[in-house]
């Protein structure tokens, strides 16, 4: 079975999110000309695809890959930085699904992925 497209996950995660009171913050990208797409930010490139902050679950930050996608250098850099700041950080794939529903609903401890 073939994966779904980064878009589908993303919706599937931030709606298991959002079945569990997470509050989730992703920055959509946007069309500044036909066929130019960009995600406006002041900064530095690559952080993660959503923030999730739950009361009592806690926060992270995670990066979603599809497909043979992979984590790009400054992805790392964020995830690294993040981490070593002593935050939650994932990198999700669809056929994570599974782990990602358990620790959405209340596992704190769930491995990283």
Excluded: C, Y
């Amino acid at each position: 079975m073939a994966d779904p497209s980064e878009a589908e996950f993303q919706k599937a995660v931030i709606t298991l999110a959002k079945l569990h009171r997470w509050k989730v913050m992703h920055t959509q990208p946007a069309q500044v000309r036909p066929g130019k797409w960009i995600t406006p930010n002041i900064g530095d490139q690559g952080f993660p695809d959503l923030v999730m902050v739950h009361p009592i679950r806690g926060t992270m930050f995670v990066e979603l890959k599809v497909g043979k996608n992979e984590v790009s250098n400054t992805q790392w850099e964020w995830i690294n930085a993040l981490e070593d700041a002593g935050q939650e950080v994932h990198v999700w794939r669809p056929k994570d699904l599974e782990k990602i529903s358990t620790r959405l609903s209340g596992e704190r401890s769930a491995s990283k992925l």
